[in-house]
């Protein structure tokens, strides 16, 4: 074997970037910058049911702007088209072939969901085995992980009620050990905010300089991002971490202080529009809270900034669902709920795909998400009523939906949006607390501008027609409405009540 410095592998999953990366962190500092980066795609994952081309885009896009990044700071990043244990498998043989020494280390961050802590149980224990490599682990897309926040009533168990959560998660954001996470992002964003250049030799290693020259593997990146822009149907926003942190910033500057007076109106631009980002780890919840610098926070506060946080806390409490009940995967969080009769009248649910129900608000909405990839938050839950509680079709069709559709579209916070939304999930929607579109809709769109940019037949309507445009004597081409919303709240009780 050549005489080589050690070296380590990080294996990038959800965490495309390199500002505040704990993992690749620890792996730069274990080899002085001798780091290379993999990235695996899993064919289960391209196979899932829920794969959206759209969200693949924009996932590709990040992955690109990291092997960018990687190689203008004297790293790189190696995109295989198989599995993670057939790609080690690969690699690991090319390197015994060619006499060249395996690295002493990998590293990769930590995830919640259920198929990832299965498939990162396995790697852990598989490549020391087989390989006799280090595998190292740390803490980075939720700021709490699941295990450190439990009842303090019942330790290792779930809180199932988001305030108690959320009081205990603002207790732990005042300890020392969580302000450190937050402090070490300082650095990131410093690094941000400099030119790259200024990192040109961060890294010291590079994937042919570790093949010397002889056939290093072949990188499959390029050619995805070929075959998936041909069937791309929205438009992809700029990726990356720096794109993310600009958002930020806008985001303050535009809207963080009202936020929590504004942040319902679907026509106002008064949310972060982050979520993308946080699901690819282009910017984390740590790295949020070192840009902005809010000082002391407390659950009882009831400013913007507390608000905005308190979302970010809705995010980490259905990580912690999915970690502690990974069945919600599957199934309704409440068991009394897990066979409701559900109508699932395949027109119907066309309808509302297409945003052709006669209910402009649930048109608007559906039609933003076709068009954009994104929904406003209060729109998501007033289609995902509309869904279960008028239109009475089981929560997990909309879900699946949302996941083909959705840039952001995350495992953890759909399944809870739409179980909270169906009132079969941890801390639900009372099932008796049904959305009426036509007042969700005056109240939170009260000119009608949010419908009149994405439902263009009822343009020319005033404010008070838009809404429920046929009981205002409307005659155009725009859908009557599917179903009569007081009969189809009758049924949905009903619904709800035979199965307590
Ligand atoms: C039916 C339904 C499905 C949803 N599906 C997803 C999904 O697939 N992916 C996703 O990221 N969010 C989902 N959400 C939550 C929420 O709608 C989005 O996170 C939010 O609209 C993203 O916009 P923003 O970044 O401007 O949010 P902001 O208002 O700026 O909030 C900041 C961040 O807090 C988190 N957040 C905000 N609201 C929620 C919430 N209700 N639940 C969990 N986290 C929240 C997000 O990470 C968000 O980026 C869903 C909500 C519902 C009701």
Redesign the pocket.
């Known amino acids: 074997m050549s005489e080589l410095a050690p070296y380590g592998i990080h294996w990038f999953r959800r965490d495309l970037r390199v500002a505040g990366n704990p993992a690749l962190q620890w792996n730069w500092r274990q080899h002085q910058g001798r780091v290379l980066g993999v990235f695996a795609f899993d064919k289960t994952f391209l196979s899932r049911p829920d794969f959206s081309v759209n969200r693949f885009a924009f996932f590709l896009e990040t992955l690109k702007g990291l092997r960018d990044e990687l190689r203008a700071i004297g790293s790189d990043l190696l995109v295989l088209d198989v599995g993670p244990q057939q790609a080690y498998e690969q690699l690991f043989a090319a390197l015994d072939q060619r006499q060249i020494p395996r690295p002493q280390a990998i590293s990769f961050n930590r995830d919640y969901e259920p198929f990832a802590r299965k498939r990162d149980g396995l790697m852990s224990e598989w490549l020391p085995k087989t390989y006799g490599v280090t595998v190292h682990t740390e803490r980075d897309h939720v700021l709490i992980e699941p295990e450190e926040l439990t009842r303090d009533d019942e330790p290792g168990a779930l809180y199932q009620v988001y305030s108690p959560f959320a009081k205990r998660w603002f207790e732990r954001l005042k300890t020392e050990h969580v302000q450190q996470r937050i402090r070490s992002q300082r650095a990131a964003i410093t690094y941000l905010d400099q030119p790259l250049e200024q990192h040109a030799s961060l890294f010291q290693f590079t994937w042919s300089k570790l093949f010397g020259g002889n056939c290093p593997p072949v990188d499959h990146l390029d050619e995805y991002l070929t075959r998936n822009a041909k069937s791309i149907t929205v438009p992809i926003p700029p990726t990356g971490s720096r794109v993310a942190l600009q958002r930020l910033r806008e985001?303050r500057q535009r809207s963080l202080a009202d936020y929590k007076e504004q942040?319902d109106f679907p026509d106002r631009d008064a949310?972060?529009?982050?979520?993308m980002y946080?699901?690819n780890g282009s910017i984390t919840p740590a790295m949020v809270l070192a840009e902005l610098q809010l000082g002391p926070l407390d659950f009882k506060h009831k400013d913007g900034p507390t608000h905005?946080i308190k979302?970010?806390a809705?995010?980490e409490f259905?990580y912690h669902v999915l970690y502690h009940r990974p069945e919600v995967e599957h199934s309704a969080f409440l068991e009394r709920y897990r066979d409701l009769i559900w109508e699932n009248r395949e027109d119907w649910f066309e309808a509302w795909k297409q945003g052709l129900t006669g209910f402009p608000i649930v048109d608007a909405g559906m039609r933003q998400l076709r068009t954009t990839g994104w929904?406003?938050?209060r729109v998501?839950?007033i289609v995902?009523s509309f869904l279960t509680k008028d239109l009475l079709i089981d929560w997990k069709w909309?879900e699946r939906w949302?996941?083909e559709q959705?840039l952001?579209?995350?495992l953890a916070?759909?399944n809870?949006?739409?179980q909270?939304?169906a009132s079969t999930g941890c801390d639900p929607q009372p099932y008796f607390r049904i959305f009426n579109p036509w007042l969700q809709s005056a109240k939170f769109d009260p000119q009608g501008n949010y419908i009149r940019t994405y439902v263009p037949e009822l343009r020319e309507l005033d404010a008070k027609a838009i809404h429920e445009p046929y009981a205002h004597g409307y005659t155009g081409d725009y859908p009557e409405p599917l179903v009569d919303h007081s009969v189809q709240r009758g049924k949905a009780l009903a619904l709800y009540r035979t199965e307590r």
């Open positions: 985001f942040r949310t972060s529009q982050l979520s946080f699901k905005f979302e970010i809705w995010r259905y929904m406003h938050n998501r839950m995902a909309g949302f996941m959705l952001d579209g995350d916070c759909n809870g949006g739409w909270w939304a």
